[in-house]
């Protein structure tokens, strides 16, 4: 305790008429805003120069961070999926493939998620191939559309999607197969 009382006395002491009174300090500011505890400097317009401005070539370009992609940076990124791609598998999860060749029909229902075919029907196939009299006509198209459908119920699968290839028109063969696969329960969606 001896040595508390002994550093305490060591500091420099101040008389108190020496501290401003409230009347002094009052008229020492001039203002009360934070604005005044900053210094005060002045700028001069006139002294003020602009820098130069950097020349553009023709082929450099200036693009804000919020702009949207264009085309060019796409397809630097073709791995970039859009939202309906990503999900369209579970949305519709079963998706029907149709095959004509000039030889016979091949039709198949396949899984999405996980590749699974769940039903096919072909005129290739040793039991239709030796009854029906031609492979590609339209007789042909309605009993693979029949088979599809049946199969395709008896695997719990009662809504299906078809996505025509690009340029493809549901028409023909096609649209018949598309509508005795309707015709037979299966809703497409």
């Not at 085309?71 to 990503?86: F, V, Y």
């Not at 009299?133 to 719990?156: F, Q, V």
């Not at 340029?167 to 037979?184: A, C, P, Q, S, W």
Request: include cysteine; charge should be positive; glycine fraction near 4%.
């Amino acid at each position: 305790m001896a040595s508390v009382i002994s550093s305490s006395s060591a500091l420099p002491t101040r008389p108190l008429d020496s501290f401003p009174t409230h009347s002094e300090r009052s008229n020492k500011l001039t203002s009360v805003s934070w604005v005044s505890s900053f210094p005060s400097i002045n700028i001069s317009v006139n002294s003020f120069t602009l820098p130069p401005s950097p020349s553009l070539n023709k082929g450099s370009f200036v693009q804000a961070a919020w702009t949207r992609r264009s085309r060019g940076e796409a397809a630097k990124q073709p791995n970039r999926k859009s939202w309906k791609q990503r999900t369209d598998m579970y949305m519709r999860p079963f998706l029907l493939n149709v095959f004509f060749s000039k030889k016979f029909i091949h039709a198949k229902v396949m899984h999405r998620g996980t590749s699974k075919v769940i039903s096919v029907a072909t005129t290739n196939a040793k039991d239709l191939r030796n009854t029906l009299p031609s492979l590609t006509d339209h007789n042909a198209c309605r009993i693979i559309g029949k088979l599809i459908a049946e199969r395709s119920k008896d695997a719990d699968v009662y809504a299906m999607s078809y996505e025509p290839r690009k340029g493809e028109r549901i028409e023909g063969k096609l649209g018949i197969v598309l509508d005795t696969i309707k015709e037979n329960g299966i809703i497409f969606v």
